[in-house]
């Protein structure tokens, strides 16, 4: 383990100084931002604060400066007014003080006397000298043309209407000033018959263009700018001639920021007010705006600037502001990292000792730690686990090494116990007079179940089957002994079965230390006549299973075990089997399987298993049954052996030529057929069929059964075949029944004989064949189930 | 099944015992398709002590058969017993391979090629 893998462990994912170090960075993150927001909050409500009142005092500041300006425009007038309204004005003086006004005021633009017809004197229905600045030069002009109509000029017609002085709105004074101007009017009336009588107006007009300068003058931040609007909302000015005299609200309608209309509606009505809304000209520039009414004339002044200037100081602070607090949190991550890296060290250490060890390096030493700490208590408990750990495994490996030893010597046992055990079967191909099949399986390596058979003499064959009360080696010993003084006291005591089992029980008591006993069932058979003797020393009752089909327990005489009584009888009994007559042994293992609900297999299943397959011979017998067994307790251990030996009984009669029949049955899988092919040979030489029609029909069997096997079947189910087998002497039927998918062979194309090599087909030749061999071939669908019959002729 | 093989002068001689059938067919094949590939030579089937054949072996002698054809080698068999003969009649493989009654009566031909 190197030094690279060391450090990835130190800081891995999940790692505690990872761990420490994310929560810290987290709860640091959290509250600096709750921090920074909050400040960012509050110094924008003072940056707020401060800009409003900045603009206020603008705003001030420029509607006095206007007011400054405006009052002497309108004091003038306002005094002439007077002038003209005594007794006899002298009109030619009052508008030479005007003229004058008009010359000395930078502001005062023009001046114009304007009276009601005949007001003046009887000769002029309509009289209005007027006196403008023009370069520098006063020039008069008269403006009593029916042209120009005074008369319907706002500047006389509104403070005729209202009867006080009135500022207008700003209006291009064409065939007058010919230039943008606002004019205050003052009314002048005449005592005439006792009544106040208008009698015309007196004006002082104001160029824009002079009076923008004091309004552009007025600015804030960088690219606010102010204006002017009159009470009705033309602009007076604005940085933008062109919009001089038009509209604010149509303005705003058309480029502004449709939710500012509102404000601008609160504007005109006078207010004073500091509010946020988009530029006039752009809505998409946040800007606020302040707002004021200049005294006497109604206008209204505006201060406008864009909302990111107010903040733009703000902005680059918070930059720096962000920049520190990034780089101290770098710092602290780094800090936190070291501290808690000190702290996790001796950890990742001890985890690094640690695996070594799991991967059984028990030299390493558990690294020292001396503090008084838990990490230290957690250190020494691994040094004492280790020094635990070693002093086990040592012991486990002794341990195992004696197991081992044992089991290999186990194994040689369960070989040599399965060596003595007659497992090929068929067993006796050239005896005709009776079929055998066993099978044993034991629980453990080495188990106590035995069964065996042999000839005595020609005549006589032996067959026993038992079960030695324990398992294991012990159990497996004492079969060992059992089975081969079996061999030897049947070779020495003959035919009789009694002497033979009193011999055995002898021996079996006599050497008997670990008192062990063994049931036993023995039969000796006569082949010729299908007498059995019989004793059944306490083993479970085998079962006859008749040719007609019925079934029932050999339970007439049952003695006890051997091994245990040196003295008791044992009673011998005979029986005799007719053709077709199976006897079927078992041990325990079978009646007393359990299942997962721990029930138990039972004699009564057995029997009625037995029941439903007694047609059959004694492989499948058996096979069925512990299959049966097998399903059974699928998903238990297996508890017990298991034996079974099954024996069907033909004798000497058997070779008859005609009038017999067979059933055969086959699982679908192929590795079945070389064992259905023997048993079609042994049969039809049974029946003495020459060798030559013996292929036929197993070519016959194998085309068709392989054909179903590998195509009929769309699942892993077991399915049964089932043969009948017919001999007439003449010519052998065979019906196949099987439950595969419908297929009819008999309608199948017929093979390709002819092309050439290198076209000719592939397949189709095994149907092809069939139909060549046999004298006939049908086939029928009933039910679930393909029935194909064919007929072979002896030959 | 058991198969032996012997290199005469003329071709490579194979003689499979016992049952050339659904199950053995695969062995078969598995054995003898390399010896073929290896030696380059004809190939002369000895079925003396063949006892019996079933479709899935005419099938791998089909197979063989047609791989020779293609290499421009020569392919014969020899010694069939009645039953096996009567299978090739029926199933029309006489007319495409060719049959001698003996070994060697197979291995002149096969000269001959």
């Known amino acids: 383990m190197n030094k690279d893998k060391k450090s990835t462990t130190e800081f891995r994912r999940g790692g505690l100084t990872l761990r420490y170090s994310l929560f810290l960075l987290s709860a640091i993150l959290f509250i600096f931002s709750i921090a920074f927001f909050y400040t960012l909050e509050f110094t924008m409500n003072i940056l707020d604060n401060d800009a409003m009142q900045r603009a206020s005092n603008i705003t001030d500041l420029t509607i006095s400066r206007i007011t400054n300006v405006i009052r002497p425009v309108e004091q003038v007038p306002n005094a002439l ?12 003086n009052i508008m030479e003080i005007a003229k004058d006004f008009v010359r000395e005021d930078s502001l005062a633009f023009g001046t114009a006397l304007a009276f009601e017809p005949y ?33 319907s000029r706002d500047w006389y017609r509104i403070p005729k209407m209202l009867g006080t002085p009135v500022w207008s709105e700003p209006y291009y004074d064409k065939g007058g000033g010919d230039t943008l101007m606002c004019t205050y009017s003052v009314p002048f009336f005449r005592e005439i018959k006792g009544k106040r009588t208008f009698a015309g107006v007196i004006t002082m007009d104001i160029s824009l263009k002079t009076f923008k300068h004091i309004i552009n003058s007025a600015k804030v931040y960088q690219t606010g700018f102010s204006f002017l609007v009159s009470h009705s909302g033309k602009f007076i000015t604005y940085p933008h001639e062109e919009y001089v005299n038009t509209d604010i609200l149509e303005l705003i309608r058309k480029n502004g920021d449709p939710l500012a209309v509102k404000t601008i509606e609160r504007m005109l009505k006078g207010e004073r007010l500091f509010e946020e809304i988009g530029n006039p000209e752009q809505k998409h520039l946040p800007s606020r705006i302040y707002f004021a009414p200049v005294p006497m004339t109604g206008w209204i002044f505006a201060l406008t600037f864009p909302t990111k200037e107010l903040y733009s100081g703000l902005y680059s602070f918070f930059k720096k502001l962000a920049l520190i607090f990034s780089l101290s949190l770098l710092a602290m991550i780094i800090i936190s990292i070291l501290i808690t890296r000190k702290f996790t060290k001796p950890i990742s250490r001890l985890v690094v000792a640690t695996r070594r060890i799991g991967q059984g390096d028990f030299d390493t030493n558990i690294p020292v730690y001396r503090s008084r700490d838990e990490i230290a208590q957690l250190t020494n408990a691994f040094s004492v686990m280790k020094e635990k750990l070693i002093l086990y495994i040592n012991d486990l490996r002794e341990t195992t090494i004696k197991k081992e030893k044992i089991e290999s010597e186990l194994k040689v046992a369960r070989d040599i116990q399965m060596g003595m055990i007659p497992r090929t079967f068929p067993a006796f191909p050239d005896r005709k007079e009776f079929d055998i099949y066993g099978f044993i399986e034991p629980a453990k390596e080495v188990g106590g179940d035995l069964y065996d058979f042999f000839f005595i003499d020609d005549e006589r064959f032996c067959f026993a089957i038992g079960d030695v009360a324990g398992k294991g080696t012990p159990a497996a010993l ?37 008192n062990l006993f063994v049931t036993l069932f023995l039969g000796i058979l006569n082949t010729s006549t299908g007498e059995v003797e019989y004793i059944n020393a306490g083993h479970n009752y085998p079962f006859i299973i008749k040719n007609s089909g019925t079934v029932r327990e050999l339970d007439n005489t049952h003695c006890i075990p051997l091994g245990i009584d040196i003295n008791s009888s044992m009673i011998q009994n005979t029986l005799k089997l007719d053709h077709g007559d199976t006897i079927f042994l078992y041990t325990d293992g079978i009646s007393e399987a359990f299942n997962i609900e721990n029930e138990e297999y039972s004699i009564k299943r057995i029997t ?28 238990t251990e297996q508890s017990d052996d298991i034996s079974v030996l099954a024996i069907q009984y033909f004798g000497k009669q058997l070779s008859k030529e005609t009038g017999q029949n067979h059933q055969m049955l086959i699982t679908n899988s192929v590795e079945n057929l070389p064992v259905l092919a023997e048993k079609i040979t042994q049969l039809c030489n049974d029946w003495n069929i020459p060798s030559g029609s013996i292929n036929k029909v197993n070519l016959v069997v194998e085309e068709l059964i392989s054909n179903t096997i590998s195509y009929g079947y769309n699942d ?66 009933e039910d679930t189930k393909n029935i194909i019959k064919i007929i072979i002729r002896y030959q | 099944m058991k198969i032996t093989t012997e290199k005469a002068a003329e071709a490579l001689v194979i003689h499979p015992e016992g049952r050339l059938d659904t199950m053995t067919t695969g062995q078969f094949e598995n054995e003898v398709t390399p010896l073929i590939q290896q030696s380059g030579q004809n190939v002369l089937i000895d079925f003396g002590k063949l006892d019996y054949i079933s479709s899935a072996g005419l099938r791998s002698i089909l197979i063989l058969a047609k791989e020779l054809k293609k290499k421009e080698r020569g392919f014969a068999l020899c010694c069939l017993n009645e039953t096996i003969k009567e299978v090739f009649r029926i199933s029309g493989f006489d007319t495409i391979i060719s049959i001698y009654p003996t070994i060697e009566e197979g291995l002149s031909l096969l000269k001959g090629n």
């Open chain 1, 608 to 635: 009625e298993m037995l029941g439903n397959n007694s047609n059959l011979a004694p492989y499948e017998i058996v096979n069925r049954i512990v299959d049966d067994v097998s399903e059974f307790s699928h998903g």
């Open chain 1, 119 to 151: 007001m003046h004197d009887a000769k002029h229905y309509r009289y209005c000298p007027y006196f403008f600045e023009s370069r520098d030069r006063i020039i008069q002009k008269d403006l009593a043309s029916p042209e120009y109509d005074y008369f």
């Open chain 1, 81 to 92: 007014a007077l002038a003209l309204e005594s007794e006899r004005p002298d009109y030619k």
């Open chain 1, 478 to 514: 004492f079969m060992a002994i059992t089975t081969t003084i079996m061999r030897a006291e049947t070779q020495i005591a003959g035919l009789n079965v009694s002497k033979v089992i009193e011999l055995m029980n002898n021996y079996l008591c006599k050497n008997n230390d670990s």
């Open chain 1, 716 to 781: 892993d189910m077991k399915h049964d075949i089932i043969l009948n087998f017919q001999f007439d002497g003449k010519s052998i039927s065979i019906e196949i029944i099987d439950d595969a998918k419908e297929f009819n062979p008999v309608a199948t194309e017929n093979a390709d004989t002819n092309s050439e090599i290198g076209e000719r087909k592939i397949g189709g030749m095994g149907i092809h064949l069939v139909k060549n061999l046999t004298e006939a071939f049908t086939y029928q669908r």
